[in-house]
T-cell receptor, first 114, second 113 residues
Framework: KAGVTQTPRYLIKTRGQQVTLSCSPI?????VSWYQQTPGQGLQFLFE???????NKGNFPGRFSGRQFSNSRSEMNVSTLELGDSALYLC?????????????FGPGTRLTVL | LAKTTQPISMDSYEGQEVNITCSHN???????ITWYQQFPSQGPRFIIQ???TKVTNEVASLFIPADRKSSTLSLPRVSLSDTAVYYC??????????????FGQGTELSVKP
């Protein structure tokens, strides 16, 4: 089974721009979660989508948004980029149900904001 | 979500067995224990998950005592490529957490030749 894939792997943007990141989950997984990882804050949860609906949201400003498509693929968007948005953005997929269910992470997208 | 405590760092040598212990005194009845491994600039990689007693897979073993207040990840015969950060997470099945995992600082394992 193919793992979680994320595109692009690297991205350089300037302040004020917006960016869209893409995530394709493991086949059969209906839940996709997004995380931001920085050296100072570690791994922080952004939001989770299940069956095209946002089920949970972390403590991030409204500039961070996402969506999920009917094939479970997900995108996250960051508008009006700030320098502090430079980070590794990770997406993780899971079945979204069942005892013992767990998340599998993609390789991440490294975003650099100049 | 139960808080976890694990060593900040550990050193080992190639070929040795490494045991990383995680303390989770407030673990709830329906909580699972999950370990992830992360290399720099890569996503965390799922290693192993357990609920009680012992779980073993091709990569590691997870030992959980009867009171479940701690767990030990055992890596047999480590190599240089096992140098990474290891995270212990405790919580209900992921769907009960709304897809949210809470990562602590992790244990930075350094394997030397």
């Amino acid at each position: 089974k193919a793992g979680v894939t994320q595109t692009p792997r690297y991205l350089i943007k300037t302040r004020g721009q917006q960016v869209t990141l893409s995530c394709s989950p493991i086949s059969g997984h209906r839940s996709v979660s997004w995380y931001q990882q920085t050296p100072g804050q570690g791994l922080q949860f952004l939001f989770e989508y299940f069956s095209e609906t946002q089920r949970n949201k972390g403590n991030f400003p409204g500039r961070f948004s996402g969506r999920q498509f009917s094939n479970s693929r997900s995108e996250m968007n960051v508008s009006t980029l700030e320098l502090g948005d430079s980070a590794l953005y990770l997406c993780a997929s899971s079945l979204g149900q069942g005892a013992g269910d767990t998340q599998y992470f993609g390789p991440g997208t490294r975003l650099t904001v100049l | 979500l139960a808080k976890t405590t694990q060593p900040i760092s550990m050193d080992s040598y190639e070929g040795q067995e490494v045991n990383i212990t995680c303390s989770h005194n407030n673990i709830a009845t329906n909580d699972y224990i999950t370990w992830y491994q992360q290399f720099p600039s890569q996503g965390p990689r799922f290693i192993i998950q357990g609920y009680k007693t012992k779980v073993t897979n091709e990569v590691a073993s997870l030992f959980i005592p009867a009171d479940r207040k701690s767990s030990t990840l055992s890596l047999p015969r480590v190599s240089l490529s096992d140098t990474a950060v290891y995270y212990c997470l405790v919580g209900a099945p992921i769907y009960n957490q709304g897809g949210k995992l809470i990562f602590g600082q992790g244990t930075e394992l350094s394997v030397k030749p």
